[in-house]
């Protein structure tokens, strides 16, 4: 995996199990168990994902006396949309002139 942290974000967030577990953290904290109740996996297969989501640095595993509770760190996620932010006004951009051109096009070809 790369080193650097956008590559780490969307390395995790490229798994559906992943992000539907950030998706359940989202609603509040949850325990490896109850984060592993709607999936037919093993708990060390979502330990080894929390462990990616941790890496990306999506979720903090506190420490409550025998319970480890995870929970969301959407800062992480901010980095991602600014990023892709980017792009988003890069295509916002590129339609605004397929409009105008379109409408060029409409122009010339309706009857006057």
């Given at each position: 995996?790369?080193?650097?942290?956008?590559?780490?974000?969307?390395?995790?967030?490229?798994?559906?199990?992943?992000?539907?577990?950030?998706?359940?953290?989202?609603?509040?904290?949850?325990?490896?168990?109850?984060l592993?109740?709607?999936?037919?996996?093993?708990?060390?297969?979502?330990?080894?994902?929390?462990?990616?989501?941790e890496?990306?640095?999506?979720?903090?595993?506190?420490?409550?006396?025998?319970?480890?509770p995870?929970?969301?760190?959407?800062?992480?996620?901010?980095?991602?949309?600014?990023?892709?932010?980017?792009?988003?006004?890069?295509?916002?951009?590129?339609?605004?002139?397929?409009?105008?051109?379109?409408?060029?096009?409409?122009?010339?070809?309706?009857?006057?």
């Amino acid at each position: 995996m790369a080193d650097d942290e956008l590559s780490r974000i969307f390395a995790a967030l490229a798994d559906p199990t992943r992000r539907a577990i950030l998706t359940r953290l989202a609603e509040g904290e949850a325990t490896v168990t109850e984060l592993a109740e709607p999936f037919a996996m093993s708990l060390p297969a979502i330990s080894k994902h929390l462990k990616v989501l941790e890496g990306a640095g999506l979720v903090v595993r506190a420490r409550n006396a025998q319970w480890r509770p995870c929970r969301l760190a959407a800062a992480p996620l901010g980095t991602a949309t600014d990023w892709l932010e980017g792009y988003r006004k890069f295509w916002d951009t590129r339609f605004d002139h397929l409009d105008q051109h379109l409408r060029r096009i409409q122009r010339k070809d309706s009857p006057e």
